[in-house]
């Protein structure tokens, strides 16, 4: 069975997410990712990116973007042999939701 190299990047993952995070600032509460097969059957990596509630209302986009590029810009994605997904949503949206993967 093929599994990316991203499998066995688990600390550069983790040390470029922290370093995104750090470049984000107080708006970026936590990031968290998973490696799994997509909808499709390729291999992706799930992030899961929780932001305070004032950003997630009125810097969305601005936040976003500076995430999803901080995070192209620390990772190989094609390299590691994986597709990025990013999921985003607010403290009190995880508040009400309560799922344990985005804690």
Not at 7 to 16: G, L, M, S
Not at 54 to 69: F, K, M, S, W, Y
Request: proline residues 5%; negative net charge.
């Amino acid at each position: 069975m093929y599994l990316p190299s991203a499998v066995t990047k688990q600390a550069e993952i983790e040390a470029a997410i922290a370093r995104v995070e750090q470049s984000i600032g107080p708006d970026l509460v936590r990031i968290r990712y998973e490696i799994a097969e997509d909808w499709s059957g390729q291999w992706a990596i799930f992030f899961r990116i929780v932001l305070t509630d004032d950003a997630a209302r009125h810097h969305l986009r601005d936040i976003a973007t500076r995430v999803v590029r901080g995070l192209a810009q620390q990772l190989d994605f094609p390299g590691m042999g994986v597709f990025p997904y990013h999921n985003f949503r607010s403290v009190s949206e995880q508040s009400m939701l309560q799922e344990p993967a985005w804690a």
